[in-house]
């Protein structure tokens, strides 16, 4: 079994510019290029410890933006995976990463940031993760922001991650910035507001399940939830996860 992967799009230009960085460094981990959209890739035949995507971030906000999340679909898979179904998460390497990146955004006046759970791949049975360079291809092309994407990474192959309390998150924007703030935590799958309407217990237990280690906490944005607080909050009384509102 391959202890860790990193793995890329060979179209996508912030990752290819990610992986260059990461080969001059000559970082001990087998490099995967492949030649379709990594979003829409259901079997890899491999079985690392964790794989972590180089990729291009993309919005039309245009922000620079350096971001780390786990795939996966609350409800309609509009962009790879499967309807309703979650990738493995693993928090710890996350929480790693959102370090690293942090130490190294500060440098180039980019936003760092948790993405909440979004697109695919879903079906693969692996902890999977995106390290991220958006938002549009002069950010994609900036070689600075790349390789500081690469120095994260590179800290995620070249040391384990510190262990500390594993929790999911609910609550609060795309873009997790409450989330982002706690350190103390190492959080796996976040479902954003928008997603929280046909939130139900079997997806709550697929964000424990497939959240690596499994999580203790269940961290609540308390100003992010919109009417839907008090139902979800119903559903996670349900789960045993001691409820955390931030």
Same mark, same amino acid.
């Given at each position: ?59 039309? *906000? ?7 999340? *786990? ?28 370090? /690293?990146? #942090? ?5 180039? /006046? ?69 989330? *982002? ?27 424990? *399940? ?18 839907? #607080? ?7 009384? /349900? ?8």
């Amino acid at each position: 079994m391959q202890e860790r992967v990193v793995m890329f799009y060979s179209k996508d230009v912030a990752g290819k510019n990610i992986v260059d960085f990461l080969r001059d460094k000559h970082v001990k981990a087998e490099i995967i290029e492949v030649k379709q959209e990594i979003l829409y890739i259901e079997d890899m035949g491999i079985r690392p410890e964790v794989c972590v995507v180089a990729s291009r971030h993309k919005s039309d *906000s245009r922000i620079p933006v350096l971001t780390t999340h *786990s795939p996966g679909n609350f409800n309609a898979a509009d962009y790879g995976g499967r309807d309703r179904e979650l990738s493995i998460a693993p928090a710890l390497y996350l929480r790693e990463a959102l370090m /690293q990146l #942090k130490r190294e955004g500060v440098k180039l /006046q980019y936003e760092v940031s948790y993405e909440a759970t979004h697109h695919g791949p879903t079906s693969l049975r692996f902890p999977i993760m995106f390290v991220e360079v958006g938002s549009d291809e002069e950010h994609w092309r900036d070689r600075e922001a790349c390789e500081a994407a690469a120095e994260a990474i590179e800290g995620l192959i070249g040391a384990e991650p510190p262990d500390l309390g594993t929790a999911i998150a609910f609550g609060g924007g795309h873009y997790c910035r409450r989330f *982002s703030l706690l350190e103390e935590y190492a959080i796996g799958h976040i479902c954003p507001k928008h997603n929280l309407p046909k939130l139900d217990i079997e997806m709550i237990e697929q964000m424990i *399940s497939k959240t690596t280690p499994t999580p203790e906490i269940a961290l609540i944005e308390k100003k992010g939830m919109g009417r839907e #607080k008090k139902r979800v909050i119903g559903l996670l009384e /349900q789960t045993g996860l001691d409820v955390v509102k931030v």
